[in-house]
T-cell receptor
Framework: AQSVAQPEDQVNVAEGNPLTVKCTYS??????LFWYVQYPNRGLQFLLK??????LVKGSYGFEAEFNKSQTSFHLKKPSALVSDSALYFC????????FGKGTRLHILP | GAGVSQSPRYKVAKRGQDVALRCDPI?????LFWYQQALGQGPEFLTY????????KSGLPSDRFFAERPEGSVSTLKIQRTQQEDSAVYLC???????????FGPGTRLTVT
């Protein structure tokens, strides 16, 4: 059965520092992976996806994610965090249906 | 352009009442998804439509939940005889294709008292 795990409930990063939000997955076939962000009182917004091709995927707002097949991971990264990046981030995997992780709350400290 | 809209944004229902939640997807999007999001959790898949066909309803938690999309555009999620455990935010999303990104609506927060 497919599954996705976000091992950190919360990540705190100082503004200007690099950030990483972790995601690992388990699927039976080829993984299709997504990151979404949820700002307070707003709907989920698409950030980026991996379907095939380059392992490093670039997305919205300067975010990127690296697909690592051997580690079954798809960690979200940004070289320099902004306070406005503070939000709830969800990793999702699609096999026969889409499964979302529980979410990681990212706090960027000024 | 208009995004995905949902109505009502908030709904309070007494236990045992029936509710109907509406989703207006982005025009032209063939795929439509319903999710349930409990507080502090990620969205949980409920059901999926491609045009008017309901291709997957495996996530619907009980036979009290019913979804339809009769003309392949607007969709309605109906919950009969609501229970307290149905309290959650119900999210609708649409996409232009199966593996394309989903565009989410703001959700309907259902509170069953």
């Amino acid at each position: 059965a497919q599954s996705v795990a976000q091992p950190e409930d919360q990540v705190n990063v100082a503004e200007g520092n690099p950030l990483t939000v972790k995601c690992t997955y388990s699927v039976s076939g080829n993984p299709y992976l997504f990151w979404y962000v949820q700002y307070p009182n707003r709907g989920l917004q698409f950030l980026l996806k991996y379907i095939t091709g380059d392992n490093l995927v670039k997305g919205s707002y300067g975010f990127e994610a690296e697909f690592n097949k051997s580690q079954t991971s798809f960690h979200l990264k940004k070289p320099s965090a902004l306070v406005s990046d503070s939000a709830l981030y969800f990793c999702a995997v699609r096999d026969d249906k889409i499964i979302f992780g529980k979410g990681t709350r990212l706090h960027i400290l000024p | 352009g208009a995004g995905v809209s949902q109505s009502p944004r908030y709904k309070v229902a007494k236990r045992g009442q029936d509710v109907a939640l509406r989703c207006d997807p982005i025009s032209g999007h063939v795929s439509l998804f319903w999710y349930q999001q409990a507080l502090g959790q990620g969205p949980e898949f409920l059901t999926y439509f491609q045009n008017e066909a309901q291709l997957d309803k495996s996530g619907l938690p009980s036979d009290r939940f019913f979804a339809e999309r009769p003309e392949g555009s607007v969709s309605t999620l109906k919950i009969q005889r609501t229970q307290q455990e149905d309290s959650a935010v119900y999210l609708c999303a649409s996409s232009g294709g199966d593996l394309r990104e989903q565009y989410f609506g703001p959700g309907t927060r259902l509170t069953v008292t």
